[in-house]
């Protein structure tokens, strides 16, 4: 079900919640239930707006009946967003993209971002030996998460080279500790 067919920007929070409850054929106990035994009452005084849900509920809400944060409370403000876990795992994840970047375009360098309709970054673009690659978070998602299950095979499989794979180890950390120092001073200066 698409969830922009609930977008309703003038409705309240509780109107969003029970008409998206109804929609997925959820009663408000079987909300209550997911959402962690919040009461069917609970549920009904905030589809009926005697109280309003705080904004780490409405997240909770939003994930339970399975749409963006924003289709339950259109007029979420900046401060509310930004406390928001869902805000801050794509702060988290844009973060890593940008500091994946910087590594990138110190070596070699400028990129270009490329926006969708919407203004929203679609991808990075960069040319390495004037032919062009194109990088998108996903990418840059699958390569971290690669790289962080692999690293202790990859140790592993170096190590066969080292007498002791101890030394290979403080080599290793050595290596990191170089790279967050070369972070650090390139980058957030």
């Known amino acids: 079900m698409d969830e922009y067919n609930f977008y309703y920007p003038n409705a309240s929070v509780g109107e969003n919640i029970k008409r998206i409850r109804k929609a997925r054929n959820m009663t408000q106990k079987e909300l209550g239930e997911k959402l962690g035994g919040i009461s069917q009452q609970q549920i009904g005084q905030w589809e009926n707006g ?15 009946l399975d749409v963006n944060i924003f289709i339950l409370k259109p007029n979420i403000t900046k401060d509310e967003w930004h406390t928001t876990e869902t805000y801050k795992k794509a702060d988290e994840k844009y973060n890593i993209v940008m500091d994946f970047m910087r590594v990138l375009t110190h070596f070699y360098g400028e990129y270009d971002e490329i926006l969708d309709s919407d203004g929203d970054i679609r991808y990075y ?10 990088i998108t978070f996903e990418d840059v998602e699958l390569l971290m998460a690669y790289l962080k299950k692999n690293i202790p095979s990859l140790i592993e499989l170096l190590s066969k080279d080292y007498d002791n794979i101890e030394d290979y180890k403080t080599k290793i950390g050595k290596l990191e500790q170089e790279l967050k120092a070369y972070m650090q001073d390139e980058f957030y200066e």
């Open 125 to 134: 673009k960069l040319s390495i030996n004037d032919k062009p690659y194109y």
């Open 50 to 64: 005697i109280k309003n849900p705080k904004i780490e509920t409405i997240e909770k809400i939003a994930s339970v």
